[in-house]
């Protein structure tokens, strides 16, 4: 069942047709009962469909429960990773579910302060975006928004650095007060401390987009979207050496099996299916042996990965594993901010490194050199950038060997 990609839901930044179609139903149960918002979604299993998978429920308490009168939300649009592209869909074509999600969140933990932080390269998105904004702020909803928080609603959209690091929570917090988007120690975390040194919600687009969902049909319906002991639905961006490429929406726990050859109708030209970046190029690689695993967090993670994003990179044989995570590390090693020396240093040699072996010009210790770094690196950062690079290394290294063994000088 589709429930965030129905067509009839994604209207673009039209609200007359998002609330003919049914659109608002959630935010006016949200208003009737805001203390119900929080305990809802704990019913309902909502986690964080950014990457980490942290319970919603949670970090919304987390906020409302923070002292002070002053409360920000930001809605995370940056999605910069290779391979990921499902919020820029929802922002540029249901806007007005990602905002009424927002607006709930709003009014759970009584924040005034709302951002949608967009991707500027997402121009369209930003055009929805900004149309979507100014019609709910002229609609009556917007008026009684304020009123359940007990503040004038401010919300607004803010183009982001456009930077892999900007995405990463304490570095929107830096960007949306008018900074660089550098990436801090944490803790403290941003539901303590973040704009302005005010509790500060991050969430990903997904995840506010279900939060409206749930609001209008209840937690039962949410839980029974999902198949097995699965909740709700997941958008998957599969792209590589598939047929159809493309956003595809299906219910949690479906297996990998039928997101690639049934969605994305199999391999291009005959080849046989060889792996898939499971999550983005920041995560473990699965191969043929893992095409039956439920895609839902706790069975992706079972086998050493991350759902992550949802992005799924798919590899047929006779693509080099090698060459893809080459180019996934010198993404990374060109988007690291410089702060973490054993980032900047350690991702550039890594990158080194692999094109010295994708060339043809390894050495006889190269190997040796990516395993020690492999090892080194993670946690050795501020943020994940360095643990995404070292985990796509180790996982290529565990799982495809004999490709960098071949890439060896043979005396």
């Avoid at 649009?77 to 249901?94: I, Q, S």
């Avoid at 995405?167 to 929107?172: C, D, P, R």
């Avoid at 010198?330 to 692999?354: D, E, N, W």
Wanted: aromatic residues 6%.
């Amino acid at each position: 069942m589709k429930v965030l990609t129905n067509p009839a839901l994604c209207v673009g930044a039209d609200l007359p047709a998002w609330l003919a179609a049914g659109g608002g139903t959630g935010l006016s149960h949200a208003l009737a009962e805001p203390d119900a918002i929080i305990p809802l979604l704990e019913a309902a299993g909502l986690r964080g469909l950014g990457g980490a998978g942290f319970p919603t429920h949670r970090k919304w308490a987390s906020v409302a429960a923070q002292p002070g009168p002053e409360r920000w939300i930001i809605c995370n649009g940056n999605e910069d990773e290779p391979g990921t592209f499902k919020d820029r869909f929802l922002l540029a074509e249901a806007p007005h579910q990602v905002i009424e999600g927002a607006l709930i969140a709003a009014v759970a933990v009584k924040a005034a302060q709302v951002v949608l932080y967009v991707n500027p390269r997402e121009d369209t998105a930003v055009r929805a975006c900004r149309a979507a904004v100014d019609a709910w702020m002229a609609h009556p909803l917007a008026e009684a928004v304020s009123a359940a928080i007990g503040a004038r609603l401010a919300l607004r959209v803010m183009e982001s650095s456009g930077l892999y690091i900007g995405g990463e929570e304490t570095g929107a917090v830096s960007s949306v007060m008018g900074g660089f988007p550098f990436p801090r120690l944490k803790p403290p975390f941003p539901v303590e401390h973040g704009v302005g040194d005010a509790p500060t919600l991050i969430n990903n687009v997904e995840t506010l987009a279900q939060a409206t969902h749930i609001l209008w049909h209840g937690a039962e319906w949410y839980r029974a979207l999902g198949l097995g002991d699965a909740v709700g639905t997941k958008l998957y961006s599969l792209s590589g050496d598939v047929l159809r490429p493309g956003l595809h929406e299906l219910p949690m726990g479906t297996p990998l099996r039928e997101l690639v050859f049934g969605q994305g109708g199999g391999m291009l030209a005959g080849k046989a299916f060889k792996a898939v970046f499971t999550g983005g190029p920041s995560n473990t690689l699965l191969t043929a042996a893992d095409l039956d695993v439920p895609l839902d967090f706790e069975n992706v993670r079972a086998r050493g990965s991350r759902l992550g994003t949802g992005a799924m990179i798919v590899v047929g044989e006779g693509t080099s594993i090698l060459r893809k995570t080459a180019e996934y590390v010198a993404f990374f090693a060109a988007s690291s901010c410089g702060q973490c020396p054993s980032c900047k240093i350690g991702t550039h040699q890594v990158s080194r490194i692999l094109e010295r072996l994708e060339s043809g010009a390894g050495r006889v210790d190269d190997l040796t050199a990516l395993e020690n770094l492999a090892r080194m690196l993670p946690g050795s950062g501020r943020c994940g950038l360095v643990d995404g690079a070292a985990t796509v290394l180790a996982s290529s290294l565990a799982t495809f060997r004999q490709e960098y063994e071949a890439a060896l000088p043979s005396d």
